[in-house]
């Protein structure tokens, strides 16, 4: 013989159900409110403003055919290699703004220094850890700006 069900079984399930989703809730807010390292832009109106603008830059890098690939050298010495169409690309201003993924350490800005067939190198060493890399080339009139994430 089973017992019936009563008001006091569906307010434990209901008591049950609430708390495990009220937990969960509590655990991806404080999960999401310690890994958000800020605002993506300041202003959404002024950023929309301008996003044709940035749409065409794009276009225009994306026809000189650069590309970047940071690495990591012993040390922790920054070293980008930039290639383009015809190979190496040399001559060119290059500038890295290193930021931590979630801002723990200050932002750090690197000239790096011509080293060899399309190479720079930074002579900072950053510290251990991931990084979000803003790189920045100048050559001549020519602008191109690469964004990667790199762990040394």
């Known amino acids: 013989m089973t017992k ?9 399930i209901m008591v049950a159900f609430f708390a495990v989703v009220v937990t969960v809730n509590v655990i991806m807010a404080t999960q999401a409110s310690r890994t958000f390292g800020g605002v993506v832009v300041e202003n959404s109106y002024v950023a929309s403003q301008r996003f044709n603008g940035w749409l ?4 225009a890098q994306a026809q000189l055919g650069w590309s970047v690939e940071a690495s990591g050298e012993p ?21 890295v703004m290193a930021e931590h993924p979630l801002g723990r350490v200050p932002a750090t800005r690197l000239a790096l220094a011509p080293a060899r067939d399309g190479r720079y190198a ?24 690469f964004k990667q994430d790199i762990t040394l």
């Open 4 to 12: 019936p069900f009563t008001g006091w079984h569906m307010t434990a």
């Open 56 to 59: 065409g830059e794009a276009r």
């Open 75 to 95: 040390g922790g010495v920054l070293a980008v290699d930039l290639r383009g169409p015809d190979g190496p690309v040399d001559g060119a201003a290059v500038v």
């Open 122 to 145: 930074a002579r900072h060493a950053l510290q251990p850890g991931r990084w979000i890399l803003r790189i920045a080339v100048q050559r001549g009139e020519t602008e191109a700006r």
